[in-house]
């Protein structure tokens, strides 16, 4: 049999897999948008697998390059969201009570991802079915080395003095703060600048999570206001502690070891704020240009996502 554009994508199935549990027109977008959210989840996990393997490999260019389309996919996670947004409370409440337990925070592919950039929480296990397939994946993710063990395997590659308490750390753990590491960090920012092009664009990735979830929030807010979310959770109070919540966990706790003589050079690195020597020039971001997601509303009132902004100059 020829393959054919709609045999290959295989079209039908994909479009047989919307199934609204109402009559009303808007619930249709509302599984779309999801659906393609779980898509993009699926290719952000693949590009990250391969970031930590490249790191892994010593591969710095291949790693950059996969670190641009993992914050061009995160930059459209953003986007999408202005889709979503417009649905109307009363569109949304319509069909509201026919998606019962079903939430969001069901996602295991969003835990998987928050698992592989570090922030790893064990008990996030419970809310799956013990024999599901789910909660197998999540489990082999616990395990695994994160985004920040593989840069530290690929510092210690280029032959920086790695801890060895960080080298053998329980991964499925929280990073611990390290003044060494801190040190080494300082020092490539003063003196190794494509390693330092490398932290910047996974700068650049925490932030990007951290517009996701910001945004998410302010449009669960606009939806459903303060009720209870579908899942039982709080709804908005839950999701508000998300944020600012770094999500490469090593390099925010290094943090607590920043030398105080210097002051601040440009922002954070998964909540790590990077410093170094009195005169040093802040370089512009690639997703946003600031050290938070926090947003002022432009003219309209609406917020403007700072994803919108370009990267600097080299960086695309």
Same mark, same amino acid.
């Given at each position: 049999?020829?393959?054919?554009?709609?045999?290959?994508?295989?079209?039908?199935?994909?479009?047989?897999?919307?199934?609204?549990?109402?009559?009303?027109?808007?619930?249709?977008?509302?599984?779309?948008?999801?659906? =393609?959210?779980?898509?993009?989840?699926?290719?952000?996990?693949?590009?990250?697998?391969?970031?930590?393997?490249?790191?892994?490999?010593?591969?710095?260019?291949?790693?950059?390059?996969?670190?641009?389309?993992?914050?061009?996919?995160?930059?459209?996670?953003?986007?999408?969201?202005?889709?979503?947004?417009?649905? +109307?409370?009363?569109?949304?409440?319509?069909?509201?009570?026919?998606?019962?337990?079903?939430?969001?925070?069901?996602?295991?592919?969003?835990?998987?991802?928050?698992?592989?950039?570090?922030?790893?929480?064990? +008990?996030?296990?419970?809310?799956?079915?013990?024999?599901?397939?789910? /909660?197998? /994946?999540?489990?082999?993710?616990?395990?695994?080395? +994160?985004?920040?063990?593989?840069?530290?395997?690929?510092?210690?590659?280029?032959?920086?003095?790695?801890?060895?308490?960080?080298?053998?750390?329980? =991964?499925?753990?929280?990073?611990?703060?390290?003044?060494?590491?801190?040190?080494?960090?300082? /020092?490539?920012?003063?003196?190794?600048?494509?390693?330092?092009?490398?932290?910047?664009?996974?700068?650049?990735?925490?932030?990007?999570?951290?517009?996701?979830?910001?945004?998410?929030?302010?449009?669960?807010?606009?939806?459903?206001?303060?009720?209870?979310?579908?899942?039982?959770?709080?709804?908005?109070?839950?999701?508000?502690?998300?944020?600012?919540?770094?999500?490469?966990?090593?390099?925010?706790?290094?943090?607590?070891?920043?030398?105080?003589?210097?002051?601040? /050079?440009?922002?954070?690195?998964?909540?790590?704020?990077?410093?170094?020597?009195?005169?040093?020039?802040?370089?512009?971001?690639?997703?946003?240009?600031?050290?938070?997601?926090?947003?002022?509303?432009?003219?309209?009132?609406? =917020?403007?996502?700072?994803?919108?902004?370009?990267?600097?100059?080299?960086?695309?």
């Amino acid at each position: 049999m020829t393959l054919t554009y709609t045999s290959y994508l295989k079209i039908d199935e994909l479009l047989a897999l919307q199934d609204p549990q109402s009559d009303e027109h808007d619930e249709v977008l509302f599984i779309i948008i999801h659906q =393609v959210y779980e898509l993009w989840f699926k290719q952000l996990l693949h590009e990250l697998d391969r970031l930590c393997r490249l790191l892994r490999e010593g591969e710095v260019a291949p790693a950059l390059h996969t670190l641009k389309r993992t914050l061009t996919i995160l930059k459209l996670a953003v986007a999408q969201t202005d889709i979503l947004e417009t649905m +109307t409370p009363l569109e949304f409440v319509s069909f509201r009570d026919r998606l019962e337990t079903a939430s969001g925070s069901q996602s295991f592919q969003f835990r998987e991802l928050e698992f592989v950039l570090g922030l790893k929480q064990s +008990t996030v296990l419970d809310d799956f079915d013990p024999e599901s397939e789910d /909660r197998h /994946r999540l489990k082999a993710r616990l395990v695994e080395p +994160t985004v920040w063990d593989a840069l530290i395997s690929h510092l210690l590659r280029r032959g920086y003095a790695v801890p060895s308490d960080l080298l053998q750390r329980d =991964v499925t753990q929280p990073v611990k703060p390290s003044p060494a590491m801190q040190e080494i960090l300082l /020092r490539i920012y003063r003196e190794d600048p494509e390693t330092m092009e490398l932290c910047e664009r996974l700068v650049d990735l925490d932030e990007g999570v951290q517009e996701w979830r910001y945004r998410h929030v302010k449009m669960v807010e606009r939806t459903i206001g303060t009720k209870q979310g579908t899942g039982g959770s709080s709804g908005v109070r839950f999701l508000r502690r998300t944020l600012f919540n770094p999500t490469t966990r090593g390099f925010a706790l290094a943090n607590a070891c920043c030398s105080p003589d210097t002051r601040i /050079r440009r922002g954070r690195i998964g909540g790590l704020t990077v410093r170094s020597e009195p005169g040093a020039t802040p370089r512009s971001t690639s997703i946003t240009s600031g050290s938070s997601p926090s947003r002022l509303p432009n003219a309209s009132g609406r =917020v403007t996502p700072r994803c919108s902004e370009t990267y600097p100059s080299g960086s695309r």
